[in-house]
């Protein structure tokens, strides 16, 4: 999709409720339902984080959004793709600004250029006792990505159409981090499969996407 019919059609979407779980569930695991009812307790006592879904032109005028492949480390997210974003710091003033200098750390598009659209549904991540806040921006020019080297194995730049076509929809196989082989449902975009947290995001994102497109 052209950049300009999204920017057109996207403005809209400040009107439209959020999915939520409807979205949510529909990407978890099979035991993560079961897992959240017993963690009430511990999502009170989460850190937070922000991330962002930044939409852009590529340089054919066509809309991308970009993800990373973090790096590998003794870490639960470990060479895991997810969204530009991190930590909330104490220096930030809330999880937009933690999203947004997170978002230029990791991939060198600064603050001023995005325009923050939405704030979508948090996420709760088990593993690390995380719940995270995501937002869907936009930078109406073909970011110069800067890569976080050491933090960011990869950036993938993602086209629009390719995560709305239903065929990126896919089962996997995957070890969670307590060791547990599951199959779980999951996007392959751009021969990267994304899984769990960022999957239940990308899912939230494209029920708000597709009846505005």
């Given at each position: 999709m052209r950049f300009e019919e999204f920017?057109?059609?996207?403005?809209?979407?400040?009107n439209i409720p959020l999915p939520a779980e409807?979205?949510?569930f529909k990407m978890v695991p099979p035991f993560r339902q079961e897992l959240l009812k017993k963690q009430q307790e511990a999502i009170k006592n989460a850190k937070h984080a922000g991330v962002l879904a930044l939409f852009y032109p590529d340089k054919n005028e066509q809309t991308n959004?970009?993800?990373?492949l973090r790096n590998t480390y003794k870490g639960v997210h470990s060479a895991q793709v997810a969204f530009p974003g991190g930590k909330l710091e104490a220096q930030d003033t809330s999880l937009e600004e933690t999203a947004l200098?997170?978002?230029?750390?990791?991939?060198?598009?600064?603050?001023?250029?995005?325009?923050?659209l939405k704030k979508i549904s948090q996420v709760y991540i088990p593993p690390s006792n995380f719940y995270v806040q995501p937002f869907i921006g936009i930078t109406e020019k073909t970011p110069k990505f800067i890569k976080?080297?050491?933090e960011?194995?990869?950036?993938?730049?993602?086209p629009l159409q390719h995560?709305?076509?239903?065929?990126?929809?896919i089962t996997k196989t995957v070890k969670t981090s307590y060791s547990v082989e599951v199959e779980v449902p999951a996007f392959r975009l751009n021969n990267y499969v994304v899984w769990g947290a960022t999957a239940m995001m990308l899912s939230e994102i494209k029920d708000l996407l597709k009846p505005l497109l």
């Open positions: 920017l057109k059609s996207v403005s809209k979407i400040k409807t979205s949510h959004f970009v993800l990373i200098r997170e978002t230029f750390e990791e991939v060198g598009v600064p603050t001023d250029r995005v325009k923050v976080q080297d050491d960011v194995e990869a950036l993938i730049e993602v995560f709305l076509d239903d065929t990126a929809l």
